[in-house]
């Protein structure tokens, strides 16, 4: 079966750092992008960051120079450092990855940024 489990949320202060971890099984890691999205309250879920084959990497304008995204294949998993983190960045945080037209999803990991 294919497994997202994230991980690494927690309450930090403006400013702070938290990095969340992607743990994945049951599929070829390394031969799917896989990303990361977050909803906050009261807003629509956004894509945060992707790492793609090659290592290829996206960010959302709103993250980039803070966030960065990394895999490693040895442990089939996904992290997400996430660096000066501002109130807006409170939100459930999520990994996914799609193959075949199925999306598949970790369970949120919640962050809250403190002022």
């Known amino acids: 079966d294919v497994q997202l489990q994230a991980s690494g949320g927690g309450v930090v202060q403006v400013g702070g750092s938290l990095r969340l971890s992607c743990a994945t099984s049951?599929?070829?890691?390394?031969?799917?992008?896989i990303g990361w999205f977050r909803r906050a309250p009261g807003k629509e879920r956004e894509a945060v960051s992707f790492i793609g084959s090659e290592s290829r990497t996206y960010y959302t304008n709103s993250v980039k120079g803070r966030f960065s995204i990394s895999s490693d294949n040895a442990k089939n998993t996904v992290y997400l450092q996430m660096n000066n983190l501002k109130p807006e960045d409170t939100a459930v945080y999520y990994c996914k990855f799609s193959a075949r037209g199925i999306d598949y999803w970790g369970q949120g990991t919640q962050v809250t940024v403190s002022s």
């Open positions: 049951g599929f070829t890691f390394g031969d799917y992008a």
